[in-house]
């Protein structure tokens, strides 16, 4: 096991996150290596954060409105062509427990299509981190994706350890991953996820420059790890609450296979599953964050 000192920016301690406090970790040679820190942070942010969530309100209202004003009989003008199905009404979180599902590491041409069959079936939305090298060939899932309302951040272009590399390779990592993915999909992307969840001054300016806002995650179900059906399940429905980012990877038979059990089991504990542009409003460029609760201030 090589041991080697890499610097990790970005510690969360409630809602203060310690950007300047730079900490050096030894790495070991696992997929995820900073894996547990997020989830050793989550319930402080997030209890510390509910708060300030509250008062984060937009307009649900207005639909409602407009329905009533319709059924009054006043002189309001007949709604649109009705469709077979009604509009799905706009998710709240500020107001309805939601969870995001994120999957990092496809496209995956046989995976990534049968998780958008559930989540289709579901009607469930999601974010999906994908790797510049794995979208050749597989830009019609990307299209597919979208189509289907789903959002698609980037997750560098071969997965390197980003902190590890030269601000030009690390550049190249986050833009030309963004172009590709924008050239296959039709639409840029604009929330980025480092490799590992690691990250450094340099990643934060870059991003900042290429207009991404860096997407970590609170809950992590080891699926990388455990490539079980059952301890995924568990550990994203123990790990679950108000505005969980939960991290899954689309390169695994396994959490394929685990993806309709967390759905219901999320479903029945009352969340609403949600993409991240969904979960955490606009975002900045730059800016990290951990759960939908509290953006991290730098
Ligand atoms: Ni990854």
Redesign the pocket.
């Known amino acids: 096991m090589q041991k080697s000192q890499l610097k990790v920016a970005g510690i969360s301690a409630g809602i203060t996150l310690l950007l300047s406090g730079i900490i050096s970790i030894g790495v070991a040679t696992s997929?995820?290596l900073f894996s547990s820190a997020p989830t050793a942070i989550s319930q402080s942010a997030a209890q510390s954060a509910s708060g300030a969530k509250e008062t984060d309100t937009s307009q649900p209202e207005s639909a409602a409105l407009a329905g009533r004003e319709a059924q009054s009989g006043e002189q309001t003008p007949s709604p649109a062509t009705p469709t077979e199905e009604p509009a799905a009404e706009p998710v709240d979180c500020s107001k309805v427990p939601c969870v995001a599902l994120t999957f990092?590491?496809g496209p995956d041409a046989t995976l990534t299509p049968r998780i958008l069959d559930t989540l289709k079936a579901k009607k469930v939305k999601a974010t999906f981190?994908q790797?510049g090298r794995n979208i050749a060939g597989n830009e019609a899932i990307l299209r597919r994706a979208i189509a289907e309302g789903h959002t698609l951040g980037t997750?560098?272009w071969d997965?390197p350890q980003l902190p590890l590399l030269t601000e030009g390779d690390i550049n190249w990592q986050i833009t030309n991953t963004k172009a590709v993915s924008q050239q296959a999909s039709g639409v840029q992307p604009t929330l980025m996820?480092p490799?590992?969840g690691l990250f450094n001054d340099t990643v934060i300016s870059l991003t900042t420059n290429s207009n991404d806002a860096i997407i970590m995650w609170d809950v992590d179900t080891e699926d990388?790890k455990n490539l079980d059906v059952q301890t995924t399940t568990d550990r994203a429905l123990s790990g679950a609450h108000p505005g969980a980012i939960i991290l899954l990877?689309d390169v695994h038979p396994s959490t394929a296979d685990a993806v309709p059990g967390i759905i219901d089991g999320l479903k029945n504990a009352g969340y609403t599953l949600v993409d991240i542009p969904t979960l955490l409003g606009s975002t900045n460029p730059g800016e990290i964050y951990y759960n939908g609760l509290e953006p991290q201030a730098q």
């Open positions: 997929h995820e990092d590491d981190f790797m997750h560098s997965h996820r490799p590992y990388w990877h």
